[in-house]
Each structure stands twice: as C-alpha cells, then as structure tokens.
C-alpha cells in the first residue's frame, strides 16, 4: 500500500475529477460520492501496475467510465422495493388460488424474486411487459418469474388437498 502522503497528493490530484465524471455519468450525487470511494479504493490497490504518469489520466478516466456503467447496468437488474406486498389475490387467479388464506400461504413460501413479479402480474393487473420494466429485466426473466411461481402454487395446492 502507498504511504499516506501519496494517498493524499493522488486523492487531491485525482479525486475532484474521479467525483465530476461519475457525477456526469450517474447522475446522483450521493451514488457518485460512493464510486469515488469505490474507484480511489481500486486504483489504490492497483497503484503497482500502474502505467507511466503520462497515460495515468487516461487509465483512471477508463477505469471510472467502466466502473460506472457497471453501477447503472446494476441498478437495471435490481429490482424496485415495494413497501408492501399486497394481500388480496384476484379471484381469477390462474392456478388454483382459490381463496386468501391459500394465497396468503403460497405469499410467504414464494421468494421475493418470484413474489414480486406474481404480485405485480395476478394481484395489480400489469402486463407482463411493464412489469419487466417496472423491475429492470427483460420479459423472458417475468415469463421465467411466473413459471416458476405457478408451479410452486400448484405443487402447495396439491400438497394441501393432499393432506401434507
């Protein structure tokens, strides 16, 4: 690791222009005040294969771009939170969710991955489309989220008439 006064001359040379371009990328104060923290930890690590003082702007402006894209290619992929799950299920519900207390027991088995999609399509009446981008994924993922869940109902439903 550098010294401190090294850690101190590169965050005073390199810190204010790691913040202004994250800041231009993403768009959120706070989200570029933590990749800044993020990047200045990476080249710090990485301090030893560092290229020569020359071309070290250009390395840090490429590291910085990567590392943001990568931040909002994430934010995509993760979904929005929900304060709260809602309980009542329509009576129309596809796969035998014939009464509350059902959906209620299918609603807390389900993981939030499956939970949150099945919500949004069968309780609220969104089209499989925005509910992908209500989420950030692609629509095969909600088709995929669905499934999976439909099949975990049916599999309980069946449990419960069968006794287990």
């Not at 006064?5 to 810190?15: P, V």
């Not at 994430?74 to 979904?79: E, F, G, L, N, Q």
């Not at 981008?133 to 692609?138: A, F, I, M, V």
Request: aromatic share 6%.
């Amino acid at each position: 690791m550098a010294p401190d006064s090294t850690i101190e001359a590169l965050y005073a040379k390199f810190g204010p222009v790691i913040y202004a371009r994250c800041r231009r990328l993403l768009r959120d104060p706070v989200a570029a005040e933590d990749a800044t923290q993020d990047i200045f930890v990476k080249l710090l690590k990485h301090l030893g294969t560092a290229p020569d003082e020359q071309v070290i702007p250009l390395w840090i402006h490429r590291i910085v771009t990567n590392h943001c894209l990568n931040c909002l290619r994430d934010a995509k992929r993760r979904p929005l939170p929900v304060e709260h799950l809602p309980v009542e299920v329509d009576d129309e519900f596809e796969e035998g969710l014939l009464n509350r207390d059902f959906a209620e027991k299918v609603l807390e088995r389900a993981p939030e991955a499956l939970k949150v999609p099945a919500v949004l399509y069968h309780a609220r009446g969104m089209e499989q489309a925005k509910v992908a981008e209500t989420l950030g994924c692609s629509r095969r993922t909600v088709l995929y989220r669905l499934a999976e869940f439909n099949r975990m109902a049916m599999q309980l439903h069946v449990a419960a008439e069968a006794g287990l």
